[in-house]
């Protein structure tokens, strides 16, 4: 599938709310926190931290994002906060040509090594294996991190 990679705009708010109110793995609470992200890197990418990338399809529908930033008080890690893939779109190679394209830019702004951090949850299994599969490495994981049951696993990729 071909897709163009560019910055999200203020007018794919709407369509990205829809990606994340129906990828059954986030939960309400996540998704306020990543419309937080979303608006910081909409209105103010360079003082809020927060950068995003969007992905839109042969047909100019916008099919994913992905948010990341420099994380406050390192010199070169970055954050990779949220990426979704809209459902229908999902296990087409969007994923992994959206994060290639943010590491890019991360490593550009002088970033050697981006983390990213999800839930050891059952439900969680086909994303972690996106991350092992586009060579981010399990470098911490925190039983009952989150809830008694569900883990924090930390994943590091070094750039360059
Ligand atoms: C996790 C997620 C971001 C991955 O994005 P994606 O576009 O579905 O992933 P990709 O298509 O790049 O890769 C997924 C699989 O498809 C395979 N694939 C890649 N290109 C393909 C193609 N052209 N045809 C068929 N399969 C393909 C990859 O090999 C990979 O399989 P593997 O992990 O078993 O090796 C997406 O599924 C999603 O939004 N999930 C729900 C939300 C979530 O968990 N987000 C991450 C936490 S913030």
Redesign the pocket.
């Known amino acids: 599938?071909a897709i163009k990679i560019r910055k999200l705009l203020k007018k794919d708010k709407t369509a990205l709310m829809e990606i994340l109110h129906n990828?059954p793995?986030?939960t309400a609470e996540e998704v306020a926190v990543a419309e937080e992200v979303i608006d910081g890197s909409l209105d103010k990418p360079q003082t809020s931290g927060y950068f995003s990338l969007a992905a839109e399809n042969e047909d100019g529908v916008f099919i994913?994002f992905i948010s990341y930033g420099p994380v406050p008080m390192t010199q070169h890690a970055w954050d990779i906060?949220?990426?979704?893939?809209k459902r229908e779109?999902?296990?087409?190679?969007?994923?992994?040509?959206l994060?290639k394209a943010a590491e890019k830019k991360i490593a550009q702004a002088g970033g050697t090594m981006a983390f990213?951090e999800?839930s050891g949850k059952a439900q969680?299994d086909?994303?972690r294996?996106?991350y092992t599969?586009n060579d981010y490495q399990e470098i911490c994981n925190i039983p009952d991190f989150y809830a008694p049951g569900d883990a924090k696993v930390l994943y590091q990729k070094i750039l360059g």
């Open positions: 599938m990828t793995e986030f994913s906060y949220w990426l979704a893939v779109f999902q296990w087409h190679g969007t994923g992994a040509t994060l990213i999800t969680y086909r994303t294996r996106f599969t």
